[in-house]
């Protein structure tokens, strides 16, 4: 027995015998596979499919497959496997579903990325809901199947056979276990020359071979919809290249092989990401500048390494000349040619200077590149040629479209890295979850660490992460020298799936995102303007019960005698009537022992605006108001207290902003937060909950609340059923009222009459008819609540 599986004896009692012999057995390679939480939902996951009643196979398939597809395509792989086979319960039977789990390895293994094996789970649910009983005949040939077929070409295969025998149920069987003529010629006419995952490891040794280092390589799902397939681009960690190459094949050409097509690309690929940068004037260049620039860079970046390694030049020449063969004869000479065909032809020219093409275009940029060569490794020497050769382009009247006049080279990129932003914020996959390579260290762990020869990111297997601010001599952290934030990590939580009445473990990404600092003179004034308020305000704070010890009369067993009390007891025996036995006072200590989140939301439909007394404001201003009053009222009362606010952008997206932490006062710091509060993007309210409750969790308080305000329902842009977030918010509030966090929902939408009460439950919700109230309603309400 693995060490740490006897921790969870509960689980191994719950299941039969078969199958707690088979966690036990597969409990190291889970333990390897998965980080601590995802370890800890794989068995949350493993009692939840055993309290279905579908039997020990379902059970055991999931247990024997999930370390693979964790190690080969990431551990949030594994519960989207596990959502889609759940997804499927309802249309086949448990053996087809454990089917599904026992081939899912070899999809992992065949896809080699994330993206495309959630590709392929999609697909198997269609074909579960179109033509279910094809579904076991499939699986039992899909190892076969994606060794000959792209992801694209088994969705057509499938669509075909769904298509043909639709009625047919023998037929259907027939065709999709590959034993009909009709199935093979389907699939042979849909086959690709060269499959991405067969020659990944050959290409990433290919490339550490020139160039010494590692690339990290992927492929994308090129011909999902049609069979023409992606160009090769290049992201800021990836080189994407399509799950396919044919053969490249010209009428009366040699055809060049799909092996080499991927040598050719992956090498102008890695030349782009050693030679190339953003163009600092991206932003100010139009279509056809951006084409005959990325040409021109193309050229520069082949240059650079044909002459660290000459035996490119053959093999990107005769790609060249075989493109410009391909054109129609009228687009191979001649001076009136369209911008895409000239372009394949300036490619050639400028790689074989012995090629002869007297355009007056090529001809200036072979003069150009032949002028700059020198400074070719000096930045982009070729920017002001490049304008210079779209203005000649323009003055010979070229005919030009930006959607179809296009490089059509089969190796080159789209060039998207010389003209897009870097965006990598918590979407990459690298086969695994990056939360099980991250450590936490110290800081001489750190120094002593942070100089190593031969490290390089790619190679790492660890992420180490200075828990602590790092300091420079002069007292200014590191983050503040460059101007860079420090980034949270990001936490995942589960969300509940009514439907099939499961947790759908590791679900949503929160991040915790700092805010915006604003003016704080702005909640000065806000609250000089609702200076009568806040008098009122002060008032009730008086009213309410001080803090310290409090005598409390009239009690039977108390701490000593109220004389007054005895006095009046014994007059009423002498005159015979039944005298008070409370004659006692105690005395006790009382504490407002309570800490208090106010949660707002921040989505986009906050900036909507609301007529009110003083004229129009945004929903987003009177929820800023009402937290300033209440910031205040709370920073007089004493009571720990919180301000927070969230947005999402789906469930991977979740932003969450702390603008006042308990352990913070109400001072110019927070003001500028709250100033700088802005409403963008959705409403994911159960996972934002759950983090509200998880910080309270840590504190120590006898009661703890969470005022949510809202203008509207959870929803969310990657969710079409209204009721999927409605449930999982109201599952939530449900577990942090089990936990002792209460939850109170204050709304402005007057429509919320037909889902809040069943969200939050009746007397723990106000809806706000008047919206411009919220501001002297919220501390109010508060003050009654923790009376």
């Known amino acids: 027995m693995a060490v740490g599986i006897e921790q969870h004896q509960e689980l191994l009692d719950s299941l039969s015998p078969a199958v707690a012999d088979v966690l036990k057995a597969n409990w190291q390679e889970l333990s390897r596979a998965f980080s601590p939480r995802g370890n800890q939902a794989v068995l949350e996951s493993i009692a939840n499919l055993n309290a279905l009643g579908r039997g020990d196979e379902l059970v055991i398939a999931f247990i024997e497959s999930s370390s693979i597809v964790a190690r080969e395509v990431g551990e949030q792989s594994v519960f989207d496997l596990l959502s889609t086979v759940i997804k499927m319960f309802s249309k086949t039977s448990g053996s087809v579903l454990a089917q599904v789990f026992r081939s899912a390895p070899i999809a992992a293994l065949r896809l080699a990325e994330a993206d495309l094996f959630n590709a392929y789970l999609s697909l198997l649910d269609h074909v579960a809901a179109k033509a279910p009983r094809a579904l076991r005949p499939m699986l039992g040939k899909i190892e076969e199947l994606l060794g000959f077929l792209t992801l694209g070409g088994l969705r057509r295969w499938i669509t075909w056979g769904i298509q043909a025998h639709r009625n047919d149920f023998a037929a259907q069987e027939a065709y999709f276990s590959l034993s009909t003529p009709e199935s093979q010629a389907v699939m042979q006419r849909e086959r690709r020359g060269v499959l991405f995952v067969d020659v ?8 550490r071979a020139l160039w010494g280092r590692d690339f990290l390589l992927r492929p994308t799902s090129g011909d999902f919809e049609t069979r023409t397939g992606y160009k090769p681009f290049l992201d800021e960690l990836f080189i994407n290249l399509p799950d ?37 004037l991206a932003d100010q260049t139009d279509p056809l500048q951006r084409l005959v620039l990325g040409a021109l860079e193309d050229a520069r970046v082949e240059l650079l390494a044909s002459e660290d390694f000459p035996g490119l030049v053959p093999l990107w020449n005769n790609l060249h000349r075989l493109t410009v063969a391909a054109l129609p004869t009228d687009q191979r000479h001649g001076t ?37 060569k020198a400074e ?77 020869e031969f490290a390089t990111a790619e190679s790492a297997d660890e992420i180490w992460v200075l828990a602590t601010e790092l300091y420079d001599d002069d007292g200014t952290t590191f983050n503040e020298l460059y101007g860079t934030p420090p980034v949270a990590s990001p936490i995942h939580y589960p969300e509940w799936d009514y439907q099939t009445q499961l947790d759908r473990p590791l679900w949503t990404t929160l991040t915790e995102k700092r805010p915006v600092l604003g003016d704080p003179e702005q909640i000065d004034a806000i609250l000089q303007e609702h200076a009568p308020m806040v008098r009122r305000l002060k008032y009730l704070i008086e009213a309410l019960q001080p803090q310290g010890v409090i005598r409390q009369k009239k009690v039977e067993d108390g701490d000593e005698v109220d004389i007054n009390a005895a006095i009046y007891a014994m007059t009423n025996i002498r005159m015979g009537r039944q005298p008070d ?22 989505s986009e439909s906050t900036n909507d605006p609301v007529r009110t007394g003083d004229g129009e404001k945004t929903v987003l201003g009177l929820a800023r108001e009402a937290a300033a009053l209440l910031g205040d009222t709370l920073d ?44 963008q993007l959705s409403t994911r309210m159960g996972t934002a909950l759950r983090h509200a409750g998880r910080l309270l969790d840590q504190r120590a308080s006898q009661r703890k609340l969470i005022l949510l305000l809202t203008d509207g329902e959870p929803s969310d842009n990657d969710v079409r059923d209204p ?7 109201k599952r939530v509030v449900e577990e942090l009222r089990r936990r002792g966090v209460e939850t109170f929902c204050v709304t402005l939408d007057p429509y919320a009459d037909d889902y809040v009460e069943r969200i939050f439950g009746a007397k723990h919700y106000m809806i706000l008819d008047h919206v411009a109230r919220l501001p002297e309603k919220l501390p109010a309400l508060y003050l009654s609540m923790t009376r």
């Open 376 to 452: 070719l490794r000096n930045g982009n020497p070729l920017r002001p040629l490049g304008l210079a050769l779209v203005e000649q382009i323009l003055s010979l009247n070229l005919p030009f479209q930006a959607r179809t006049d296009l490089p059509s080279s089969p190796y080159r990129d789209d060039n998207r890295i010389l003209w897009e932003k870097p965006d990598t914020a918590d979407k990459v996959s690298l086969g695994q979850d990056i939360s099980s390579k991250r450590k936490y260290v110290s800081m001489m762990e750190m120094i002593h660490a942070v100089d190593v």
């Open 244 to 280: 396919a190459f044919d053969d490249f094949k010209v009428e009366g050409e040699e055809p060049v092989g799909g092996l080499l097509l991927y040598r050719a690309a992956a090498a102008h690929a890695a030349a782009h990401r050693l030679y190339s940068q953003r163009d600092p």
């Open 200 to 207: 990944q490891r050959r290409l990433v040794m290919y490339l």
């Open 636 to 679: 007089r009362i004493g009571d720990p207290f919180a301000i927070h606010g969230f947005d999402s952008n789906g469930r991977t997206d979740v932003e969450y902003y702390r603008f006042k932490d308990f352990d913070e006062r109400f001072g110019d710091k927070t003001k500028a937060r709250l100033a700088g509060m802005t409403g």
């Open 336 to 372: 009136t040619v369209r911008v895409g065909a000239l372009l394949d032809r300036l490619a050639l020219a400028l790689n074989d200077p012995d090629h002869p093409d007297d355009h007056p275009v090529i001809v200036a940029a072979r003069r150009g590149v032949a002028a700059a």
């Open 581 to 602: 036995p409370r004659i006692g006072i105690r005395r006790r200590i009382q504490v407002r022992d309570l800490s208090v989140i106010l949660l707002i939301d921040l």
């Open 723 to 729: 009721q999927y977030l409605r449930h999982d918010t």
